[in-house]
């Protein structure tokens, strides 16, 4: 394709080679499915695309490339993609750039870094449990489609997040270890609520809040010294509180400077990530339409200038 995606017109036809950040099988209305797709461009474009009466989509893989084919549709000056076909490529997925910047064992490392770095002896065995339970805790996604809903972005969101953690804890003199530690494990909970084709039964019936608050139990049950620490009664209550607000699926509230201050974190990182996607999607000098997810505002792509 010899042009950008944001500068093609409704019924354009669209031919290109394609690195796959996600996938979902959704159904309509009337109970026919079809497959909803997020791709990156080698011009570093994020596409949203669906295809039509497809049954299973677990033939498409995250970070693999793909010969898409199909039609450019512009709703409310957004432009996404009808796919008529859809083939493995042999286009070298290194083209391409991701929004996810780490690979897994690059992730892993970050990741054994902050954890090595936990004074709380109490704290490092609870993260160790946690992730020697969730096998998938690299490879899920944080979120079925608002922000970083592609391969590994469980682990990319808790990695942004213990840096800022780290950072910010020395600002306001509050438990570093303790806010790391929440950082890793607020969406563990994630790797159990959604799959490839959105949520799970326990994901509907407990959502990740409470899974994670079950695997929390579950580590204390397993190392007896944990049920009296104090610090294991201040995690669950970031765990718990890490919403914001009741009304957004804590079942409290923050009551501590360090609750306080992780729920912020938590939506730095998240808004942003939604923010970057959105704008992704149109052209530059265009505003986009209104994001239910950042108060039902409008964002606008700024030109760039020197």
């Known amino acids: 394709m010899d042009k950008y995606f944001y500068k093609m017109k409704d019924k354009d036809s669209f031919d290109d080679h394609l690195l796959l950040s996600s996938s979902a099988l959704k159904m309509t209305k009337t109970m026919n499915s079809f497959g909803t797709f997020k791709f990156m461009s080698r011009g570093g474009e994020i596409i949203s ?35 008529s076909s859809i083939e493995p490529s042999e286009v070298n997925s290194d083209q391409f750039p991701r929004e996810n910047p780490f690979t897994t064992d690059e992730l892993k490392k970050e990741f054994k870094r902050y954890y090595c770095s936990i004074g709380s002896l109490n704290l490092a065995k609870v993260v160790e449990f946690t992730l020697n339970k969730l096998d998938t805790y690299f490879e899920s996604k944080a979120a079925k489609n608002i922000h970083h809903d592609f391969k590994g972005g469980l682990a990319y969101h808790s ?46 019936l407990y959502g990740h809040i409470i899974i994670m608050n079950d695997i929390l139990s579950e580590a204390i049950f397993t190392h007896k010294e944990l049920a009296d620490a104090p610090e294991i009664a201040h995690l669950k209550h970031i765990l718990l509180s890490h919403h914001g607000r009741l009304e957004w699926g804590s079942p409290v509230l923050g009551a501590t400077p360090e609750a306080i201050l992780f729920h912020h974190i938590d939506k730095i990182d998240a808004d942003m990530q939604i923010a970057k996607t959105e704008l992704a999607k149109v052209n530059p000098g265009t505003p986009t339409p209104r994001i239910w997810a950042l108060d039902n505002r409008v964002l606008y792509n700024i030109e760039k200038y020197k």
Do not use: P, Q
């Not at 780290?166 to 959604?194: F, P, Q």
């Open 159 to 204: 990695l942004t997040m213990a840096y800022l953690a780290d950072t910010l804890s020395r600002r306001y003199d509050v438990d570093r270890d303790l806010l790391v530690t929440a950082a890793i494990l607020h969406d563990a909970g994630k790797t159990i609520e959604l799959d490839n084709d959105g949520y799970t039964k326990e994901g509907i």
């Open 49 to 83: 695309a669906k295809r039509w009466n497809i049954s299973a989509i677990d033939d498409y893989k995250a970070d693999e490339v793909y010969h898409v084919k199909g039609v450019v549709e512009v709703y409310n000056g957004v432009l996404s993609l009808v796919i």
